[in-house]
Every structure is written in structure tokens, then in C-alpha cells.
């Protein structure tokens, strides 16, 4: 009934719209903000987080809290106005619920929402859009003003790029431009390329938003709730059923006929970017159109049902007025520092519900806090930080439920590793990959370097350019490690750089040889610069067409080494490198899933292989073998390059020495922080023949290198003048005579 209505209020308007209401421009809209702003100064406040593509003009954001609130670790809500130039409507509904809101603060609900809630809101990311919208009468108009063409002219049927297409996740499956065709839907030239969406970037990144809900317009008379994602109505979500539930919740709340769904493409839409990359709970209210056309009434409309489904979100978030509902049990983690008892942000897994695309899901760094909705059943909580105890707790959720939960993460003891790299007693550089728990870097090295970690076990990798690569897996003591690392030349068993013709392979699969401008050389391909996607269904290998002796390599490291650029759909789509040693069962030795974000090497001990003939092959496998609909989705694929078999030209000369030096020197850095002038003083109980320092930055790279005088020498002490350095943290290291090393490190605070 209530959509007939609707209907007969438009109906009824439409002779009337030019007289009785207009919608303002943005920059007019932004007027009726501000006075909003100087009207409630402590209530709302305004910043500009960005400029738009083609007008240059502010995009805008207000924040709605209540200072005076007692509640101490209030919940950040993100509303977006409007992202489709054709969403004005819904743009100006949203500053008529604001508006609204600020009128009545003082009363129930708006009062608890300000108290638990800071509310932020962008009254639209696509200002010049909307500009162009009411100037030409363009209503189904929803890209931006972006003039592809460069001729200084917007031309709606050639130029534009859909916000909504133009974040990071999925972006590879958004619509090309198209020279002679409308691109209301093109995705723009790369994920982010837009102003508009990097404005939004920047929000996200320096706020940690927990939900969020979206504005926008549909036709046909659709009304729905649409949450995050259901690929082609094929792959489902972690969170799915629970989302559903609460979307289906948020629907009934705004009339009977509102429905929910998930949305079901892969194109770099803001949903998807925003629960995937942010960790965020976000909710898209899509309105039919109908009411483009300027009308009070019909705004009015809009208004109610926006402001329906926005106090409904934020009642099932506080579990505030939710009666007779079944609702998702609100899962809420907060992290606290038990050192200092500060809470602060780490990563969050959960086991039955995670992702391997999930990146950023981490606790509010203000106050510790992280929310999830879950349906009812068992989980494992699992909480990881750098430099502290990993954390994992089984947990039970029932709906209806707000499960809270306190974690004292408990910091490690820190822990300074000095790593020489050498070549017959010559100091050579290389790269150090350091793996410890859930987390991983690289360190260059330039013969030798200083880096600060923490107590526990590491898995070190060491890559030198023509030199045997080493891994070893090493436990890490508190205060100073020293590591050496006597490398050797390396001996190719094999080695294929794809420079030329790919006679030795066996190839099931559409594989190419082929170079573009990521890569400075050939390499294979099984569609990337090929055919494009890999098809359904496959299951493509690349197979060596003989086997690889690997006899002879006893008493040395034997690597796999390979470089790769891959893409496959996640959590389903898997590449693998696998071996046989009778050409028919075959055992996985390397797998992955999902978006290494470019070019990098991968590294894969034989040793277990050794003094056997082997099979080798890589294989891309499309879908999941025994579950349904696991093979109806599909993506660029896999790029391959240098494939090596490795191992040291002589017996094994690549070892490794640990030592925890006794104190039987000390050295001294003073004052510490210092600007610009740092003291530096030492104790040896022993006769000093010789003393070298050393400075390094905090990437551990060499900056400053000196022989002691003898008066320095004598003395004990010497200084070091910084000016020309900036800030930062630096290690300071002596080398008495040619043996013993000292390291402290400082801070240089400009």
C-alpha cells in the first residue's frame, strides 16, 4: 500500500515541482551545511577531504557526536549521500535527516544515537556529477565529469568514470572504456584513479570506520537493502547469513515494500571495497528513481525511509530498542596493551568466517574496539600484533547476543639482529625476508645491516644476486643477535628464463610466451596478455617435459625459485607447483589463492626431494574440486618467470653463527632522544687496537662509516653531529678490534 501511495504523491507533484521545490547545486547545498555547522557548533563539525576530478570543488564531510557524552569509546558510523550523479534525492535527503537529527538531539532516540555514535557523513563524492545533472536534465547520468578525451568538452555519451566501479577490489573486473560507446559504467584507468574515491581513501584511512551505509537510486521501482557480495548470485560472502539477516531486519523496518540482497557483481564497487579492504559493516540503500525530479513530498519520502533504515542500523549496533527481532549475535573484541594498559589495533581472524582477500581488519587504534556480526554457532577468535604474544580463544555466539570481550595482548621482549652477508670473507649485498608469526618484511642489506625486532622464532631468507639463496628458521633472543651468512656461488641444475622457444615444456592450457611493461623480460602466461581471463573450468598445467635429476646435492640447501605475478579469484581459484616421481601422483609443495599485487620470487626448499629424479609441473585450478558452483567465477590468472633449481656450487658453505655477546664492553649514547649532537662513550676491559663505527638508518642501510683516532680510541668517547640527517631512529655501532660489537640505539628528534 504504501508504494501506491508513494506513486500518488509523485503523480500529483509533478505539475507542481518547478514551483513548489528545486534542488540546490552542490555549493549551495554546502551553504545549507554550514549553517547547520554555525547553528550547532558543538554537535557538528566540517572538514574538506578531498577535491573533485573536473571543478576542483571541496568535497565535504561532517562529523555529528554529542561532547558531552560519557560513553568513552563511541562507535564511527560513515553515511555517503550519494556516489551516482543521478542520486540527488537521496544527496538532499540525507541533509534533511541531519538537519532533523540536530533539531531534535535533545530527545529520545537522537540523544543515545549522539551519545554512542560519531556520525560521518559525505553529503555526496560526486559534486561535479550532480552539477551536470540538474544543469542539463541528464537524470540517468552516473559517472563523474572526468573529460577522458582531453578535449575540454564533457561528453556524456564518451567521458566519465563510475565511482562505483573505481575502487581496488574486483576493479580488473569493471567495464573497459570504450572509444564510441556510453561509459557511464567504466571503471576508469586504474583502481583509485579518480579524486572523488581518493578523498574517500583518505577518510578511511585516518578513521577507523566500523559501519557504514550508502545512498543511491535504482529504477524499475526497486527498493532494497544491499549488502556485500554474492558474485553473479554464485559465491557467498564469510558473513552472508548474518548480514542478510540484519539487511532483511533494516528492510522491515522501512516498509513492506523494501527487500534485501546481496550485491552480485565483481566490479570494484564501494560495498565490496569497503567490508573486504576496511573491515567495514557496510549496508547500500538503493531507492527508485522516480523522485528525480524536484519535489518536496516526494523528498519527504526519501527522507523517512532513509531515516528509518539509518536508526535501525544504529539500534541493532547498541541493541536499543529491538524487540520480537532475531538478529545476529554483535560480536565486540577490544585489545588492550597489557604493558601500559592502552588499548590499541591488531589484526583480527576469525577462523569459520575469514578471507584470505580480508586485509585491515583491525581494532579501532583509539580504543581497542572491533565489532562483527555473527550468526549463532562456534568460532575461533584469533588476534595477532607485531612485537607481541600471538592470541587465539574458542567463542560462542547466539543471536540476539552482544558477546563482549577484553584481550590483554602481552608484548615480546625486544630483540636487535646485526646480519653480516659475505663471499669468501667478502661483504656482499642481498636482500633478508624476516617471517615471524603472521607477519613478513624485507630488508636490504648492504653487506651488512642492524634491525630491530622481537624475541621468538624467525624464518630468515637471504637472496643475493649469482648467489645460493638460505633459509633457516632461527629463535631470536632478547638484546643483540649477530648473524653471519657465508654465501656461495650458486649451481643451476635448472633453469628456464622463457628468452626463448618453450621446447622443453609440456603445456595443457592456453600458455604464452609474452612481455609487457611490468615485466623487463619474457615470461609465460597462462591468459593475462593472452586471451585475457582463464576460462571455466580450467585446470591448466605447464609441466617440464623431462625429469630433473637431483642426485649429487646431499650436503647443501637445493631450492626451487620462481617469479610470479598472480590473480585468481579468492579463497577458490588456486595455483600450485607440484612434483611426482613417477609422472602420475602428484604432491603440492606450493599453493596459493587470491592477488600478489604485482611481480615477486618465490623460494621453496627441495631438500625432501633430494637424490631422486622428479617431475615438475605449475598448475592453475579453477574452483575447488567436490563443491558446487565453485568453478563459475574467473580472473586474469598466473604470469611466470625464471624458473630455477638451485643449490651451492661446493658442499654446503652457507651456515649460519648466532652469538649473544657477554657484556664484557659497554657502549653509551647520550643524550637520548638528541638533536643534533649525539655523545658517544664506551667500556672494554681489553687492550684496544682498533675501533670502527658505524651509523644505520631504520632500514638498516649504512649511512656513516668511521675509523677512530687515537685520541678517540684513548679517550673512550667521541661525538657524532647529525644535522644533516633527519629524523628518525638510527643504530649506533662500534667494532673493537675487528671482533666485538656494540649496538644502542637512538632517536634524533628535530
Not at 544543469?135 to 568514470?161: A, I, K, Q, R
Amino acid at each position: 500500500m504504501k508504494i501506491i501511495a508513494v506513486l500518488m504523491l509523485f503523480l500529483c507533484s509533478l505539475s507542481l515541482w518547478s514551483q513548489e521545490y528545486s534542488y540546490p547545486t552542490y555549493a549551495q547545498l554546502v551553504l545549507k551545511y554550514s549553517e547547520l555547522v554555525n547553528t550547532y557548533p558543538t554537535m557538528i563539525d566540517s572538514s574538506v577531504i578531498g577535491s573533485s576530478e573536473t571543478d576542483n570543488q571541496p568535497i565535504m564531510m561532517y562529523r555529528l557526536t554529542n561532547p558531552n557524552s560519557t560513553e568513552i569509546s563511541k562507535k564511527n558510523i560513515l553515511v555517503i549521500g550519494s556516489v551516482y550523479a543521478k542520486d540527488i534525492p537521496a544527496m538532499n535527503a540525507t541533509y534533511l535527516w541531519l538537519k532533523s537529527f540536530l533539531q531534535n538531539a535533545g530527545q529520545t532516540p537522537y540523544s543515545s544515537y549522539a551519545d554512542h555514535f560519531n556520525i560521518f557523513i559525505i553529503p555526496t563524492l560526486n559534486p561535479d556529477g550532480s552539477d551536470y545533472v540538474l544543469n542539463h536534465s541528464m537524470y540517468e547520468m552516473l559517472s563523474n565529469t572526468h573529460d577522458l578525451n582531453e578535449n575540454n568538452v564533457f561528453d556524456y555519451s564518451s567521458d566519465g568514470v563510475n565511482l562505483n566501479r573505481n575502487a581496488e577490489f574486483n576493479w580488473i573486473h569493471g567495464n573497459d572504456y570504450n572509444s564510441s560507446g556510453n561509459n557511464q559504467f567504466f571503471r576508469g584507468n586504474h583502481a583509485y584513479s579518480e579524486n572523488e574515491l581518493i578523498a574517500l581513501k583518505n577518510v578511511l584511512t585516518e578513521n577507523k570506520i566500523e559501519f557504514c551505509m550508502i545512498n543511491a537510486t535504482e529504477s524499475n521501482q526497486q527498493f532494497k537493502v544491499i549488502f556485500p557480495y554474492n558474485w553473479a548470485f554464485v559465491r557467498q560472502s564469510p558473513d552472508y547469513q548474518a548480514y542478510h539477516m540484519l539487511g532483511q531486519n533494516i528492510a522491515s523496518s522501512i516498509g513492506n515494500q523494501w527487500s534485501t540482497e546481496p550485491n552480485v557483481n565483481r566490479n570494484g564497487n564501494l560495498s565490496d571495497e569497503l567490508y573486504v579492504n576496511y573491515g567495514i559493516i557496510p549496508f547500500s540503500l538503493s531507492f527508485d528513481d522516480y523522485f528525480v525530479l524536484p519535489d518536496s513530498a516526494g523528498l519527504q519520502v526519501y527522507q523517512d525511509m532513509f531515516q528509518s533504515a539509518a536508526h535501525h542500523l544504529m539500534d541493532s549496533i547498541t541493541q536499543y530498542n529491538i524487540i520480537n527481532e532475531l538478529m545476529p549475535g554483535l560480536l565486540e573484541v577490544q585489545v588492550i596493551n597489557s604493558q601500559n594498559n592502552q588499548p590499541m589495533d591488531a589484526e583480527i581472524h576469525i577462523d569459520q568466517v575469514n578471507s584470505m582477500a580480508f586485509s585491515n581488519h583491525k581494532s579501532n587504534p583509539e580504543n581497542g574496539k572491533y565489532y562483527r556480526y555473527l550468526n549463532e554457532g562456534n568460532y575461533t577468535l584469533n588476534i595477532n600484533k607485531k612485537g607481541f604474544q600471538p592470541y587465539s580463544q574458542p567463542i560462542v555466539i547466539n543471536n540476539n547476543q552482544h558477546l563482549q570481550i577484553q584481550v590483554n595482548l602481552i608484548p615480546l621482549p625486544n630483540a636487535i639482529i646485526n646480519i653480516q652477508i659475505s663471499l669468501n670473507n667478502e661483504l656482499v649485498s642481498g636482500k633478508i625476508r624476516i617471517k615471524k608469526d603472521h607477519y613478513q618484511e624485507t630488508i636490504l642489506i648492504n653487506g651488512n645491516g642492524i634491525f630491530e625486532t622481537f624475541e621468538g622464532i624467525h624464518e630468515l631468507t637471504l637472496i643475493s644476486d649469482e648467489l645460493a639463496p638460505v633459509r633457516k628458521t632461527i629463535h631470536i633472543n632478547p638484546g643483540v643477535n649477530q648473524i653471519f651468512f657465508n654465501l656461495d656461488y650458486t649451481n643451476h641444475s635448472f633453469t628456464e628464463e622463457f628468452e626463448s622457444s618453450c621446447c622443453s615444456w609440456i603445456m595443457n592450457g592456453p600458455w604464452l610466451v609474452v612481455s609487457d611493461s611490468t615485466h623487463n623480460s619474457h615470461f609465460i602466461t597462462d591468459s593475462w596478455s593472452g586471451n585475457g581471463f582463464y576460462s571455466v573450468n580450467a585446470n591448466y598445467s605447464l609441466q617440464v617435459s623431462y625429469p630433473l635429476s637431483l642426485f649429487g646435492y646431499e650436503e647443501q640447501d637445493l631450492y626451487l625459485t620462481f617469479d610470479q605475478a598472480v590473480h585468481t579469484e579468492w579463497d577458490n581459484d588456486y595455483v600450485s607447483v607440484e612434483l611426482s616421481y613417477d609422472n602420475f601422483n602428484w604432491n603440492s609443495i606450493y599453493k596459493f589463492a587470491g592477488n600478489t599485487n604485482g611481480w615477486e620470487k618465490q623460494i621453496i626448499s627441495l631438500n625432501d626431494f633430494v637424490n631422486n629424479d622428479i617431475y615438475l609441473r605449475f598448475r592453475l585450478k579453477d574452483g575447488i574440486e567436490g563443491q558446487a558452483n565453485h568453478e563459475d567465477l574467473v580472473d586474469p590468472g598466473w604470469n611466470i618467470d625464471n624458473i630455477r633449481v638451485i643449490g651451492s656450487l661446493s658442499a654446503l658453505n652457507n651456515q649460519e653463527i648466532i652469538l649473544q655477546k657477554p657484556e664484557v664492553s659497554k657502549l653509551n649514547v647520550y643524550p637520548n632522544p638528541f638533536n643534533p649532537v649525539l655523545n658517544i662513550s664506551f667500556e672494554s676491559k681489553d687492550l684496544i687496537k682498533d675501533a670502527e663505527m658505524k651509523i644505520f638508518n631504520i632500514k638498516g642501510q649504512l649511512i656513516k662509516s668511521q675509523t677512530l683516532n687515537s685520541e678517540q680510541m684513548r679517550n673512550r668517547k667521541f661525538v657524532w653531529d647529525a644535522m644533516p640527517y633527519a629524523s628518525g631512529i638510527y643504530f649506533v655501532q662500534l667494532i673493537i678490534n675487528n671482533q666485538e660489537k656494540l649496538t644502542k640505539k637512538t632517536l634524533l628528534l628535530k
